[in-house]
């Protein structure tokens, strides 16, 4: 049976050829073949996703609620918005005097007027040149200030309501999905906010007005002009209807791609072990493929757009040429009044074509804005009242099982108990389990059945006490771009500089930071000093000690660490979990020799557990994990706790399935 790390698509054929399970590489659909009564194959059906859960994209806000959602920012700022709209009405009403004063002076020349009366009408129309420069500039001045602190708001209510999401609801929607909202649809909105919004309405304010510029001039210009509407509105109307659910889908698709990325560069090594690169770049290309095929759908929905708009061109301006020849050969009007209606006309092409253009990135920018507001309208979890005491906790695990589908449990029927101060290890194969249970311990997620109590208190019920009471440290620890010294005292603010030297002193990492180009003041992170994963995460330990909860979790901790590196970070990791009730998810078998206690599991069962010296004597299934690792290094039955080792079935686990 082959299996790939996502656990999404696999194979599985037995060796007399007669049962095959296969799978979608987008894991959406799957059908398993097997022996019929009569020893033919039959094709049998199996639900979607397997017996693994697939993503659960965070909502996306209807339009409804979508426009509420913007109204609802807009409303502290109303004097801003208005005093913002006035403005452009007048700069846009100025800037329609050109028209009639070309037109006067076509009239001039016609007549045979004088040089001043011309050289007035010019000076006229540079001065409504400078007015309407002016007044414009001042207007989109404050538009984009209003438009710059509507998505400042916005982002500041994304950030915390993500923030606040549970961190089972975040992983289920995978991180693909949240961080092609807060980078690719952001990005979008902000650019519709500083360019396209405003010269939208721009456009709709000059449509508007000089249409009833043209009804001043003679309402039958007006009646001409208007011929060309309906073929626009239906323009509009049918450009809308495609473009709408189109772009929603092409963020979902760039989304899933985000997040294929995601799931291939992170596990690269799983994939290279296991010889899966070319079905991860399959996957890669396809979901790549998908979201081409989806842009030229666009292109060619904007190609159609544009054709349909030149149409309702032609037809107006035909009618407006029209009108003005008929009134001006009767007498209704005059040669420099039908040039003006021509030029009203005419000056309407580009604005009807932005705003018409524009409805393709604002139609963009509303997919990208209903999926923030998805975000930001989801529920706050309530704040539970429960607080542990300072000092040390114990965990009581009971009857307890999980299934991440229903029907599929990964946890069976656990019982565990971890005393005050007492320091586990868990052992096991890759997707015994071991990644679930401490997320369960941790409170990530409640538990599907039975119970966990932290300090006689579930986990998931401790609120804001949670961070004060529980630490959870993985092998994908994130260092935060900024001083070194502000990235310690995310886990305690107050903390004076000799506090994060003893913090860092105590993980032995006070030498190389001292060493680094600024000291604690060199910026680290994105954009500054690169830190090793072994630096990484002794910089997440001395955070666990500035923090001082009385629980500790470690996931694989010291995973990325390198074997020259290992002896240093697993001496940090005993000084930082000293004293603490600690849950170890044991990368190393020297980090399990050096517990108080071993838990072995498989299948999600607890199958053994006692200390190292027990269970190596016991000869179960901890004594085989501990044989083969010491064989396969040469080292005897016992090296020392400290030696740099690796077991060939302590993969990373993402998840235990």
């Known amino acids: ?43 049998v059906p199996v639900p979607p996703g397997g017996d693994r859960p697939g993503p659960e994209l965070l909502p996306v806000a209807t339009p409804a609620r979508t426009r509420a959602a913007v109204a609802e920012l807009l409303r502290p700022q109303r004097r801003l918005a208005v005093s913002a709209f006035g403005v452009m009405v007048g700069s846009t009403a100025v800037g329609l005097l050109v028209q009639p004063l070309l037109g006067r002076i ?9 040089v001043d009366a011309i050289t007035v009408t010019a000076a006229l129309l540079v001065a409504v040149a400078v007015a309407q420069g002016v007044t414009a500039g001042f207007g989109l001045s404050q538009i984009a200030r209003l438009g710059e602190t509507t998505l400042a708001r916005l982002r500041e209510r994304f950030v915390e309501r993500a923030l606040a999401l549970p961190l089972e609801r975040v992983e289920k929607a995978g991180a693909g999905d949240l961080t092609a909202r807060v980078t690719a649809d952001v990005s979008l909105i902000a650019d519709a ?63 899933a791609q985000q997040q294929q990325m995601l799931d291939t560069i992170g596990g690269s090594s799983t994939v290279r072990s296991f010889r899966l690169s070319r079905e991860h770049t399959e996957r890669v290309t396809e979901r790549s493929w998908s979201v081409v095929a989806l842009t030229m759908r666009g292109v060619r929905l904007v190609l159609g757009f544009y054709s349909r708009l030149h149409i309702a061109e032609y037809i107006g301006l035909a009618a407006v040429l029209a009108t003005g ?17 021509a030029l009203y006309f005419h000056s309407l092409f ?26 930001t309208d989801e529920p706050v979890p309530p704040v539970p009242a429960h607080t542990v005491e300072a000092g040390g906790v114990d965990v009581t695990v009971r009857g307890l099982g999980h299934a991440y589908r229903p029907g599929h449990p990964v946890l069976h029927d656990i019982d565990l108990t971890i005393r005050h101060g007492e320091r586990v290890a868990l052992v096991g194969a890759s997707g015994a389990g071991k990644t679930t249970l401490a997320k369960l311990v941790a409170g990530i997620q409640p538990p599907t059945t039975g119970s966990v109590l932290v300090g006689g208190i579930p986990p998931t019920e401790l609120g804001t006490a949670a961070s004060r009471t529980i630490a959870l440290i993985t092998q994908e620890t994130h260092v935060f771009a900024g001083p070194l010294a502000d990235d310690l005292r995310l886990a305690r603010p107050d903390a004076t500089d000799d506090e994060l030297r003893a913090a860092l002193d105590r993980v032995d990492a006070l030498g190389w930071a001292e060493a680094l180009p600024d000291g604690l003041a060199t910026v680290v992170g994105d954009g500054g000093h690169r830190l090793s994963g072994e630096r990484t995460q002794a910089l997440a ?9 009385p629980l500790v979790i470690l996931d694989e901790a010291t995973a990325e660490a390198g074997s020259a590196g290992a002896r240093t970070l697993e001496k940090a990791v005993a000084r930082a979990v000293d004293g603490r009730t600690a849950l170890i998810v044991a990368h190393r078998l020297s980090q399990a020799a050096t517990a108080d206690r071993v838990v072995v599991m498989e299948a999600g069962r607890v199958v053994e557990s006692g200390t190292h010296d027990e269970l190596h004597a016991a000869r179960g299934p901890y004594a085989a994990l501990w ?11 016992r090296p020392a706790p400290e030696t ?9 686990e993402p998840k235990d399935l």
Not at 106 to 114: C, E, F, Q, Y
Not at 351 to 365: E, F, G, R, T
Not at 644 to 652: D, F, G, L, S, V
């Open 1 to 43: 049976m082959t299996e790939r790390p996502d656990g999404r698509s696999r194979t599985t054929e037995r060796s007399d050829g007669r049962s095959r399970t296969t799978e979608r590489s987008d894991g959406r659909s799957r059908t398993t073949e097997r022996p019929g009564a009569d020893g033919t194959a039959e094709t």
């Open 106 to 114: 076509v009239d001039l020349a016609a007549d045979r007027g004088s």
């Open 350 to 375: 580009g604005p009807v074509n932005a705003a018409l253009a524009l409805l393709d990135d604002a139609q963009s920018a509303t997919a990208g804005l209903a999926r923030l507001v998805g975000v």
């Open 193 to 255: 906010v500083r360019n396209a919004l405003p010269a939208l309405g721009q456009s709709v304010l000059t449509i508007v007005l000089t249409f009833g510029a043209l009804a001043l001039l003679d309402w039958r210009f007006l009646l001409a002009a208007l011929l060309a509407v309906p073929v626009q509105v239906a323009t509009a109307r049918w450009y809308v209807a495609r473009a709408i659910p189109l772009y929603a889908e092409q963020r979902v698709a760039a989304g």
């Open 325 to 341: 020849y008929w009134l001006v050969r009767d007498g209704s009007a005059s040669i420099g009044t039908a040039t003006a209606a």
């Open 627 to 637: 044989s083969a690792w010491a064989d396969a290094r040469d080292t005897g039955p």
């Open 644 to 652: 740099p080792t690796h077991i060939a079935p302590q993969e990373p």
């Open 541 to 549: 330990l001395a955070r666990l000690i500035l923090a001082d909860p």
